[in-house]
């Protein structure tokens, strides 16, 4: 098998962690301090969180979708696809590095979705865009870690924490959703989440084409 070679590594803003981007042939890696984080090779969940999270809301005309973490963009191309051509995608990522490599060099990997005029990108974190809109997306999908407990940037925390998801659901017009994706089974978070005035439905899905780990997706909506 081919090595890994490293083709770029920056600094995450919030703790100065390093993230990188690595390659081995066509297969694409980003890992923080050394932890994977996204590999290009199974995207198959990714790509639910978008499916199932549009589809409860793209009847809806100038549908409004907030994603929070580029990661190699499968998850905002598999938004687009699902979208009709009034609805718009705005994805929020953290690291600066990230915005750049799908620029230059892994795009191609998800077909080039901040290219669709539909698309926008803010660089920096999605707490804050969360924060300062009121009932202005029809879907959050949440993708910036490994899930509610698996954090590799625990600034994160907060996002799925009573108060997160309070301003998740003020951020939501009537009867939008809140998406999260996730590694790991969390009852705890489901129970969070009823609390906060969501109503909830978990989805067990499989990490890439209905094989490989099982990932959880969580549909949540606001009431
Ligand atoms: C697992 S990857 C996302 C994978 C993506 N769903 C895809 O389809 O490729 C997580 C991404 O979220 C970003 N991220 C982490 N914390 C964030 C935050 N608070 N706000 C915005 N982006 C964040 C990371 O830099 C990384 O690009």
């Known amino acids: 098998m081919k090595p890994w070679t490293m083709m ?14 690595h390659r081995r042939g066509k297969e694409y890696s980003i890992r923080i301090d050394g932890q994977e984080l996204m590999n290009s090779r199974r ?23 907030l994603i929070g973490g580029l990661g190699m963009g499968y998850t905002l191309a598999a938004a687009l696809k699902h979208l009709d ?44 865009t969360i924060q300062k809109s009121r009932q202005a997306f029809d879907a959050i999908l949440l993708d910036v870690d490994n899930g509610p407990e698996g954090l590799t940037q625990k600034e ?4 799925y924490q009573p108060e997160g998801l309070e301003e998740a659901r003020k951020a939501l017009r009537p009867g939008g959703v809140l ?37 959880f997706i969580w549909i949540a909506k606001k009431k």
């Open 8 to 21: 770029e590594t920056s600094q995450t803003p919030t703790d100065g962690g390093a993230v990188s981007l």
């Open 43 to 65: 995207h198959g969940s990714e790509e639910e969180l978008a499916r199932l999270a549009c589809q409860a809301v793209a009847d809806r005309a100038d549908c409004r979708v």
């Open 85 to 128: 051509s009034t609805g718009t995608a705005v994805v929020a990522e953290l690291i600066p590095a990230v915005v750049r490599w799908n620029q230059n060099y892994i795009g191609h990997l998800a077909d080039k979705p901040l290219e669709d005029e539909r698309a926008a990108v803010i660089q920096g974190d999605v707490a804050q």
């Open 156 to 159: 994160n925390d907060r996002l």
């Open 179 to 215: 998406a999260v994706w996730s590694a790991a089974k969390d009852s705890r978070f489901s129970k969070r989440l009823k609390a906060a005035g969501f109503q909830v439905d978990v989805h067990k899905v499989r990490a890439h084409l209905g094989k490989g780990s099982r990932h």
